[in-house]
């Protein structure tokens, strides 16, 4: 795409959200729509150290979470569309470094997210499923309304409208 139709925006610019709020997919259409890259924290970790299940298995949470803020940290110095795991944002370095850039928290309810989630590999919904998603997006909440520049219910909206959505507000340059 060229610069003169490419949409320009604040970049980096950082989906936050849980697990099945779309922030892959919301990611990588916006960051394909404005002619950046895109950078899916999960999936690099994923790229360099294998399956994050194996990393919870093997090392531990508290392993991840480090490896997580390490991939993160490289990711938000990038000029990119920025997708964290929905856990990053529990680090305090992590939640220091967004307060300058542009943050979108995408929410979405536990109706629309339970068929998102069946036959995922994501290792804290493990045990306990729909009930545990809604006890960890209970307990990250106040995070990511804390962090957040804007909010979306990826709920019921087409991939393509939220991404309007968020180029609409973050249209311009930094």
């Given at each position: ?7 320009k925006l604040e970049l980096p610019l950082v ?48 392993a991840f979470r480090r490896i997580e803020r ?63 998603w809604k006890a960890i997006q209970a307990e ?35």
């Open positions: 795409m060229s610069d003169d139709v490419a949409p989906l936050i959200g849980p697990m099945g709020a779309g922030k892959s997919r919301v990611g990588a259409r916006l960051a394909a729509s404005a002619g950046v890259p895109f950078v899916d924290t999960d999936a690099r970790i994923e790229e360099r150290h294998g399956p994050i299940e194996e990393i919870f298995e093997r090392d531990g949470e508290i390490e991939v993160v940290a490289e990711a938000l110095a990038e000029r990119a569309v920025v997708s964290l795991g929905g856990g990053a944002v529990l680090d305090l370095d992590t939640r220091a470094d967004l307060g300058d850039v542009a943050v979108v928290w995408l929410t979405v309810s536990a109706e629309a997210v339970a068929p998102r989630l069946v036959g995922g590999n994501r290792p804290l919904l493990a045990s306990g499923g729909l009930e545990r990250r909440e106040p995070v990511y309304a804390a962090l957040a520049d804007l909010e979306i219910d990826t709920s019921r909206r087409s991939v393509g409208r939220i991404v309007e959505q968020i180029t609409e507000r973050f249209g311009g340059t930094r």
